[in-house]
């Protein structure tokens, strides 16, 4: 199965009936994603996956793409450090390539953390598994569909 399909199943086995759009050029960055939509940065959510340096669990993290993570909060939550996962690990525990990492989807299950300012925006854009995929949801409804804790990840 397909990293997009998989994506589109686990959007389906929540209800959620988003259409996955296909776009002409890569979006690998957030600001990338956002001139192909036409929209502002602020509604690209990046998938950022980190492993804890204790146990080496993989760690989801969604941010606005006009953010920055402060990884301290972050880690501070898990009360472990936290190393950025690199393109090899990424792929390994969510089958998806660095620039098309979905919030949903993945193979192994992750924690989920969101930050707060996502939320504040009506629609928000997220990966669906491939670089060139994307699909458009409520940020609330992304939320309860990770099970996201919703906190304050940014600096």
Same mark, same amino acid.
């Given at each position: 199965? !397909?990293?997009i399909n998989r994506v589109e199943q686990a959007l389906r086995a929540h209800d959620q009936d988003y259409q996955i759009k296909q776009l002409d050029e890569s979006a ?10 036409? &929209? ?12 804890? &340096?204790? !146990? ?15 990884? #301290? ?5 898990? #009360? ?5 996962? #690199? ?20 193979? !192994? ?17 997220? %990966? ?9 949801? #409520?940020?609330?409804? $992304? $939320?309860?569909?990770?099970? %996201?804790?919703?906190?304050? $990840?940014?600096?």
């Amino acid at each position: 199965m !397909s990293s997009i399909n998989r994506v589109e199943q686990a959007l389906r086995a929540h209800d959620q009936d988003y259409q996955i759009k296909q776009l002409d050029e890569s979006a690998h960055t957030a600001s990338q994603a956002a001139f192909a939509l036409g &929209c502002d940065v602020a509604q690209i959510v990046k998938s950022l996956v980190f492993k804890t &340096c204790d !146990s080496e669990q993989a760690v989801l993290a969604l941010i606005s793409g006009d953010k920055r993570l402060d990884i #301290n909060k972050l880690a501070a939550v898990l #009360n472990q450090r936290l190393d950025k996962a #690199n393109a090899e690990y990424v792929k390994t525990v969510t089958g998806f390539s660095i620039g098309g990492v979905a919030p949903v989807g993945s193979i !192994s299950p992750l924690p989920v953390y969101m930050d707060k300012t996502l939320l504040k925006h009506d629609r928000v854009w997220a %990966a669906a598994g491939h670089p060139k995929a994307i699909f458009e949801i #409520n940020p609330q409804h $992304l $939320l309860m569909i990770t099970a %996201a804790t919703a906190l304050d $990840l940014t600096g």
